[in-house]
């Protein structure tokens, strides 16, 4: 269940020695600077934009020349975590709605209410994330600065790296079939749940956005297209013109399926564009205006009662963390057993106690998601 404690915080600076990436040799360059970026010389620039600093770093020289001899950096932080419209405290528990937008060096990963408030947003200095994919509720995101799929924690915006391939350029679109992400990028290329690549297949166009209907797989093109394409004779792809969906928008840029409809999002530049959620008849169903422009991608991350895992079902996993908390009628403190931060998430009807009402309620969703 999204039941979100609010922690403000300035996340640590990270990739302090970006000199701009005009080149494969500076791509590769910024896996050297993440690991590097504490020991540079900076000097700062207001950005008129986002706001946020931008940073200049001296000896880009030597990093393109030593740059591929490093590993990669961990998990990375976000620049900024603003919180919009919730109290220190306050939780949220509805299905909550992601979105991308970049400007300039930065770039932004909302969330939003149904309606499209803004209940958070974390910043990233030389980031650009673009299309965004939902694995058991979880948010994944491809990175246009780099080759690389990043899964984003939504508590803290934490990255960490699941794709790092640098046989290639940059990733603006992802999608997953169930087993396997798919990248485009010249060529479509497959991975597995954890980063490993698992086979090419020649592809040609150019790519804003990908999606996985549970049938095909779906790109958003430079044609103003939303072409459609048969994966079941893998490596062979087969496209299937008379499916081909016209966008809500020329401007549209990231794709996602939610089950049922498609979500894209506008990327306008100095304007506020739209979020457009859609039918396989290219039907707007539902839009909201962006908090921000330029967007990409946008998602929506289900809010399923007793999902204590936040993995998108309800299952002995989550049994195992909201049995602890059951302290009867009253008890408004966890259990000596129960993880603090799981008691308000197994309160399932809201009383401030768990008790045996919320474990008929945890019964009653067991195995749903």
């Not at 299905?95 to 991308?100: A, E, K, N, S």
């Not at 496209?239 to 894209?264: H, K, M, Q, V, Y």
């Not at 008790?355 to 309620?361: G, M, T």
Request: net charge negative; with cysteine; hydrophobic share 40%.
């Amino acid at each position: 269940m999204i039941s979100r404690v609010l922690n403000t915080y300035n996340g640590s600076i990270g990739l302090m020695c970006k000199q701009g990436l005009r080149s494969r040799a500076d791509l590769a360059a910024r896996r050297f600077e993440a690991s590097r970026a504490p020991g540079c010389q900076e000097g700062f620039v207001v950005s008129p934009i986002f706001g946020s600093r931008r940073a200049w770093g001296v000896g880009g020289i030597l990093l393109l020349v030593v740059a591929g001899a490093y590993a990669d950096a961990p998990s990375l932080r976000a620049d900024r975590v603003v919180n919009v419209s919730l109290g220190p405290g306050e939780r949220y528990d509805e299905d909550v709605i992601v979105y991308t937008a970049s400007q300039s060096w930065n770039s932004r990963i909302y969330l939003l209410r149904p309606n499209g408030s803004v209940i958070r947003y974390f910043e990233y200095e030389f980031y650009r994330f673009a299309d965004l994919e939902v694995v058991n509720n979880e948010i994944y995101a491809a990175e246009a600065f780099a080759p690389r799929l990043l899964k984003i924690d939504m508590d803290t915006g934490d990255l960490e790296v699941i794709i790092d391939d640098w046989s290639l350029y940059y990733f603006y679109d992802v999608a997953f079939d169930g087993q396997s992400f798919y990248v485009n990028e010249w060529d479509l290329n497959r991975y597995t749940i954890d980063g490993t690549k698992t086979g090419t297949a020649s592809f040609d166009g150019s790519v804003w956005g990908g999606a996985w209907d549970g049938t095909y797989y779906w790109t958003v093109t430079d044609e103003n297209l939303i072409k459609c394409w048969d994966l079941s004779q893998w490596p062979t792809v087969t496209e299937l013109p008379d499916n081909a969906i016209i966008p809500p928008s020329a401007n549209c840029r990231g794709l996602w399926f939610d089950g049922e409809r498609f979500w894209t999002a506008e990327s306008v530049e100095g304007a506020l564009g739209y979020i457009y959620r859609f039918d396989h008849d290219g039907q707007v169903n539902d839009q909201w205006l962006e908090p921000a422009f330029q967007g990409w991608g946008a998602c929506i991350i289900r809010n399923i009662p007793g999902d204590m895992d936040d993995d998108g079902h309800v299952d002995l996993d989550d049994y195992a963390r909201f049995a602890p908390c059951l302290g009867g009628p009253g008890v408004t403190t966890p259990p000596i057993n129960c993880d603090p931060d799981d008691f308000p998430e197994a309160d399932l009807d809201g009383d401030t106690d768990v008790d045996l009402l919320d474990f008929l309620e945890f019964g009653a969703v067991f195995g749903s998601g």
